[in-house]
């Protein structure tokens, strides 16, 4: 599309590998904003590049090179804030005229009207980042002063993090720190103090900047990021320190992040996404980040691909595994990348990632043109929220490559047309009989009655005890065998042993285990003897007590001395938004929430864990198993 008149007189076409740089003039606050486009190859003269959310559509202008320009009013803000100020009478009038600032800004740099610009300066938006001398994150203006005063916590909380965790853990206990009884003069002082400073971190992390999928470029590729914000005046604050903050809650922090409902984790997956090892190389493949990424928010759901094109695993065999192209529906894009996946890794990993909202998503088996989100089931939607965990097990089940594997049918989308097939080779190994509510992060810490019975899933752990241990039909089974088989279902194979081998770590396991249901087992005692209408929310025995007296002995002996607190912070984002399910011959699992009983569960060639299928039928088609 050519240049519209409006944009005519200050955009000029492009060379390869170039971008176009504004250069900000100085002015004063109320100033109109005044600038000069300049284009340059990227890794020519420094610049600085703007990280901000749009934040809806453009309403103010600015003059660029005497055109006005549409910008965003945040935007505005932001440019405001960083342009140069006029110089002082002192400073003399010669060095003040070529005060200027040049950055580079999406919505101002890239001509929004040319579509093919567009597209080309998309795929180069990783290298614009990354080159940039430095990246401004702005996150907005700071009207309560709430923000900066979460910066401060923040940098306070790094200087002595096991201390300031360790008073942070008060909030655990109490329902309203405010006002809370049992608690001496000093104490309900320091509840305030705690309550007012996660509450700030709190709503820092609740900002819309977070939750935007573009940020995860471009403070990931960013040399040096700094974090700015405006009050009355400009607070800035370094973007390694808030990665150092949220790397330790979520290594030691999990239970009072969730009790919190804090959101650290928009930008722990960031730093998922670009983990590197001693040698640089970098930890996180390209699927794994979309998979990490597809929770935070975008206008377009095929941004979802594009915005990660500058991951340094974005490319197989020399050639990058997606153009943009904006001219098909995701479902198109999405699953073109996941056949670009499986045929030249001749492996299925991308399948560990498929995560089902629903099983209205898995019964469709044609194209449809005006559905955005008409995909085969094997294709991840990274457009729909990502509830959980990756979860690669220590041992494949199956070989971890299949070079016969095919892909059958049409990757175009044609209305009516049959969607693409995947053909696999692999084993039955049994049926699900039995599975558990999906599991909630705040299911199992077991603290006193009231709160068990504000939980969505109260006396949780006793209700996957009766999942995988029913009253009838159990006795022929070692209950510390199932103990076992349950507690390494919760903690993924006990992934993280922490320098323990799996005997080890599986007697750690069954300890905490056990640990935690022992509580359980007075409170429901307890509840049970109260007469109310929340009793029908009890489970019928705790798994403590349905234990036979021998194996109690022995669980006594193991849990002398033991914590609950490690197997806690191992489980809680692996379990999370996930179902353990039962089979017919008493395998134990935990899988994806739409599992149901009479799903099979599967050994594949080139798929590094178990998989669950479900056949359905279709009235167009010959039966198909879908992924779940």
């Not at 909380?157 to 300031?164: D, I, T």
């Not at 479902?331 to 990348?337: A, D, M, Q, R």
């Not at 929430?593 to 056949?615: F, K, N, Q, S, T």
Request: with cysteine; glycine share 4%.
């Amino acid at each position: 599309m050519p240049p519209t008149r409006v944009y005519a007189a200050c955009y000029k076409p492009l060379s390869p590998q170039f971008a176009g740089m504004l250069e900000l003039h100085a002015g004063e606050l109320s100033d109109p904003l005044v600038g000069t486009l300049v284009p340059q190859p990227i890794d020519s003269e420094p610049y600085e590049a703007v990280s901000y959310v749009w934040g809806g559509l453009p309403t103010e202008t600015m003059l660029v090179d005497g055109t006005p320009v549409p910008i965003t009013a945040n935007l505005k803000r932001a440019l405001k804030a960083f342009r140069p100020r006029p110089p002082s009478l002192t400073e003399g009038h010669a060095r003040g005229n070529s005060r200027r600032r040049r950055l580079w800004a999406d919505s101002v740099c890239i001509n929004q009207d040319d579509m093919s610009e567009r597209l080309s300066q998309v795929e180069l938006m990783g290298r614009i980042f990354a080159s940039a001398s430095r990246v401004l994150a702005w996150l907005g203006h700071d009207e309560e002063g709430l923000t900066s005063f979460a910066m401060a916590v923040i940098r306070g909380f790094l200087e002595h993090p096991e201390v300031a965790l360790h008073e942070a853990r008060i909030l655990l206990h109490l329902d309203d720190p405010m006002d809370n009884d049992r608690l001496d003069e000093e104490d309900c002082k320091r509840a305030r103090t705690e309550a007012q400073r996660w509450a700030a971190i709190k709503a820092f992390f609740d900002i819309e900047y977070f939750h935007r999928t573009w940020i995860v470029q471009e403070l990931g590729l960013a040399h040096r990021a700094e974090i700015f914000c405006s009050n009355k005046r400009h607070i800035a604050a370094a973007w390694h320190r808030v990665r150092e903050f949220v790397r330790y809650m979520s290594s030691n922090g999990a239970s009072l992040e969730t009790h919190l409902d804090l959101k650290c984790w928009v930008a722990t997956h960031i730093r998922h996404v670009w983990e590197v090892d001693e040698d640089g190389k970098p930890q996180c493949d390209f699927l794994t980040a979309l998979h990490w990424v597809r929770i935070l928010r975008v206008t377009d759901p095929r941004d979802r691909v594009f915005a990660l094109l500058g991951h340094p695993l974005a490319v197989l065999n020399g050639e990058t595994v997606a153009k943009p192209d904006y001219n098909v529906s995701r479902g198109v894009v999405y699953t073109k990348l996941a056949a670009t996946f499986i045929r030249e890794t001749k492996k299925l990993y991308v399948l560990t990632l498929v995560d089902h909202e629903s099983d209205q998503s898995m019964r469709h088996v044609l194209w449809d043109t005006s559905d955005d989100a008409r995909m085969p089931s094997w294709v991840p939607d990274w457009h729909s929220i990502n509830r959980t965990t990756p979860l690669p097990y220590p041992t494949a089940p199956a070989a971890k490559e299949d070079a016969e594997i095919r892909i059958v049918g049409s990757l175009d989308s044609v209305t009516g047309q049959p969607m693409p097939r995947l053909l696999v080779h692999g084993w039955v190994v049994d049926q699900v009989v039995a599975v558990s509510h999906m599991m909630e992060t705040t299911d199992f810490p077991v603290t006193n009655l009231l709160r068990e019975h504000a939980k969505k899933n109260p006396f949780f752990l006793d209700r996957l005890w009766e999942i995988v241990y029913p009253a009838h039909g159990s006795n022929h089974r070692d209950p510390v065998k199932v103990l076992d088989n349950l507690s390494l279902a919760l903690a993924d194979g006990l992934r993280d042993n922490h320098g323990l081998n799996l005997a080890e770590g599986t007697a750690r396991a069954i300890t905490a285990t056990l640990s935690l249901s022992e509580p359980g087992s007075e409170l429901i005692t307890a509840a049970a003897s109260v007469s109310n209408d929340n009793n029908n929310n009890l489970p019928q025995r705790s798994l403590y007590a349905s234990l036979p007296e021998s194996t109690q002995v022995e669980i006594q002996r193991r849990i002398a001395g033991a914590t609950s607190l490690a197997f806690l912070q191992d489980m809680t984002w692996i379990s999370m938004c996930r179902v353990i399910f039962r089979t017919s011959i008493g395998l134990i699992g935990m899988g994806p929430r739409v599992i149901r009983p009479a799903d099979i569960v599967c050994r594949v060639r080139g798929y590094p864990v178990l998989i669950v299928l479900r056949e359905i039928s279709h009235e167009a088609e010959s039966d198909t198993p879908r992924v779940l």
